[in-house]
């Protein structure tokens, strides 16, 4: 049987407007990542997480999980059995650069190919609020399954939901869709378009470091107001060029001599 040689990941850097960062860590496959591959992505996060909090100190940490991607793996009964232990509440995940969501049409239903799933009604999130270790562990029992957000912002979580709230939901029309306590900014590359860049200081609504496990973009994407070589390099990393960071992984024979297979 042919060996399968460990996923060594990188890390690339993406255009990124002024005052940004971004980066895209693409995962080897759709999630949910195999067990091999979780682990990597798992040691990564342990060290990332803390590692961005101190490049931002005094900086509120806070952790979420996306509804929509709960439907991978164990994801749904691993986040219900930690509920109550994480301190979760429940709000609105909103897509700035997108329309705001609406209810479901009969077009939504009528003009779907073969196979395809309707368009997500909304993109509900959960969030964390029993401080970093919680943040921590959710993201060691979940990443790689799709779920994880975390966020660093310069003033309280509580502050950046109310700044989202009252940019946000007065745009949703649909009642129902207006339920929810707080919005909260979901970003992707697509936000930090360049027809964008007058709008990204109030769209993100004070938070400075963004990551998101994004399966549109099958990976990490993470975007920053702050350089982040020395995050990448205290995480492990070494850089093969310029923007491009990669974990070193050894081949399968190097890590059978050595004894380090999972």
């Known amino acids: 049987m042919k060996k399968k040689f460990p996923w060594k990941p990188v890390v690339n850097r993406l255009p990124s407007p002024d005052g940004w960062t971004l980066f895209l860590l693409r995962y080897p496959k759709d999630v949910p990542l195999e067990d091999e591959d979780r ?3 798992q040691r990564i996060a342990q060290q990332l997480l803390p590692v961005a909090a101190r ?3 005094g900086f509120h940490p806070h952790g979420l999980v996306q509804y929509n991607q709960l439907n991978r793996g ?3 009964a691993v986040m219900g059995s930690k509920f109550m232990a994480w301190g979760m509440d429940s709000g609105l995940g909103y897509w700035p650069h997108l329309d705001p969501p609406t209810l479901w049409t009969e077009e939504d239903f009528t003009e779907l190919d073969i196979g395809e799933m309707p368009r ?3 993109h ?3 969030g964390i609020h029993k401080g970093m270790p919680a943040i921590l562990e959710a993201f060691d029992l979940l990443i790689g399954l799709g779920p994880m957000v975390f966020t660093l912002s310069e003033d309280s979580v509580q502050k950046v ?3 989202a709230t009252a940019l946000f939901q007065p ?3 649909e009642p129902a869709l207006k339920m929810f306590p707080y919005c909260y900014p979901l970003l992707c590359a697509a936000t930090f378009d360049p027809k964008h860049a007058e709008r990204l200081e109030e769209w993100t609504c004070g938070i400075h470091f963004f990551l998101r496990e994004s399966p549109e973009e099958k990976g990490i994407f993470i975007a920053s107001r702050r350089p982040l070589d020395r995050v990448w390099q ?3 990393a070494v850089q093969a060029e310029p923007g491009v960071w990669t974990w070193p992984a050894e081949p399968p024979e190097t890590a059978e001599k050595t004894g380090t297979t999972r």
Do not use: D, H
Request: charged share 15%; proline share 8%; glycine share 8%.
């Open 39 to 41: 682990g990597v992505v």
């Open 55 to 57: 490049e931002f100190p």
């Open 74 to 76: 164990n994801a749904a």
């Open 120 to 122: 997500p009604l909304m």
């Open 124 to 126: 509900q999130v959960f």
């Open 161 to 163: 939901k109310e700044r």
């Open 171 to 173: 745009l949703i029309q």
């Open 234 to 236: 205290a995480t492990g």
